[in-house]
T-cell receptor, first 115, second 109 residues
């Protein structure tokens, strides 16, 4: 596609449930980032993929959060045993991986609401 | 953990006024970017500055990277309602981008 696509755009779940959030990056972009954003705040880094491997997962808040990118394209962020504090907008971004002049292209995000 | 502090957090001004947004950190960054985000959308890149002391202009927007590459500013001249949005700075270090706390700008017609 022309841009980064995130699905679903909205997800409502109950406390304790498992959720998966999907990100389709721009074709050819080797780098993929996941961020979490609370209302009116800056995005908080979660994990960064270069190709299929997680180059940096230091932002994942705990072991309930996990992300994969098995073929170096689509990525899935997985959250187990969701808690109300997990409610936020989850943003995905992709880039060509040219440091330091990286250009991140963001999707519109998934609004996760944990009731 | 957000390494970059932005000020002010909220700003409401009249159309035609000038404004400056600041982005400060105690960390050194290899590059710094500014984004604008509108409700329901992801951030959109405005500019990247790489060299300490660098100044870039984008129409009515002027961006400056501090000499020590720890801070940056965004100056908007003659603000317009279309400038309304959440402005975010992001510093690159290692292979990560750390985003600032954000400045929510409202330009009143």
């Amino acid at each position: 596609g022309a841009g980064v696509s995130q699905t679903p755009s909205n997800k409502v779940t109950e406390k304790g449930k498992y959720v998966e959030l999907r990100c389709d990056p721009i074709s050819g972009h080797t780098a993929l980032y996941w961020y979490r954003q609370s209302l009116g705040q800056g995005p908080e880094f979660l994990i960064y993929f270069q190709g299929t491997g997680a180059a940096d997962d230091s932002g994942l808040p705990n072991d309930r959060f996990f992300a994969v990118r098995p073929e170096g394209s689509v990525s899935t962020l997985k959250i187990q045993r969701t808690e109300r504090g997990d409610s936020a907008v989850y943003l995905c971004a992709s880039s060509l991986g040219y440091w330091p002049n990286e250009k991140l292209f963001f999707g519109s995000g998934t609004q996760l609401s944990v009731l | 953990t957000q390494l970059l502090e932005q000020s002010p957090q909220f700003l409401s001004i009249q159309e035609g006024e000038n404004l400056t947004v600041y982005c400060n950190s105690s960390s050194v960054f290899s590059s710094l970017q500014w984004y604008r985000q509108e409700p329901g959308e992801g951030p959109v890149l405005l500019v990247t500055v790489v060299t300490g002391g660098e100044v870039k202009k984008l129409k009515r927007l002027t961006f400056q990277f501090g000499d020590a590459r720890k801070d940056s500013s965004l100056h908007i001249t003659a603000a317009q309602p279309g400038d309304t949005g959440l402005y975010l700075c992001a510093g690159a270090t290692g292979n990560q981008f750390y985003f600032g706390t954000g400045t929510s700008l409202t330009v009143i017609p």
